[in-house]
């Protein structure tokens, strides 16, 4: 799977929006599904963007249990890809 720069933007200002934390619910966002979030939930956090947890399934796959927040590196990160110079 490629890395969407769209999705994951999509998905920090989803989870900055978020009035609870931590976000148990699967993230949705119109136009993709949950294993393209899954798998940009788990980059995000691999990057410290965010904080989630995850467990591993028989077959080896990783799934989000839940995200618990942004990091200083998510927020500013969002902030950086909302600023249209960079």
Same mark, same amino acid.
């Given at each position: 799977?490629?890395?969407?720069?769209?999705? +994951?933007?999509? +998905?920090?200002?989803?989870? /900055?929006?978020?009035?609870?934390?931590?976000?148990? /619910? *699967?993230?949705?966002? $119109? !136009?993709?599904? #949950? #294993? %393209?979030?899954?798998?940009? =939930? +788990?980059?995000?956090? $691999?990057? !410290?963007? @965010? /904080?989630? #947890?995850?467990? $591993? =399934?028989? *077959? &080896?796959?990783?799934? +989000? @249990?839940?995200?618990?927040?942004?990091?200083?590196? &998510?927020? /500013?990160?969002?902030? %950086? %890809?909302? *600023?249209?110079?960079?």
């Amino acid at each position: 799977m490629k890395r969407d720069m769209d999705l +994951i933007r999509k +998905i920090l200002i989803k989870i /900055e929006d978020s009035k609870e934390y931590p976000i148990r /619910e *699967n993230i949705k966002i $119109e !136009g993709y599904d #949950d #294993d %393209s979030i899954n798998f940009h =939930l +788990i980059l995000l956090g $691999e990057a !410290g963007l @965010v /904080e989630v #947890d995850s467990k $591993e =399934l028989s *077959n &080896g796959t990783k799934v +989000i @249990v839940e995200v618990s927040r942004l990091t200083l590196k &998510g927020y /500013e990160f969002l902030d %950086s %890809s909302r *600023n249209k110079k960079v």
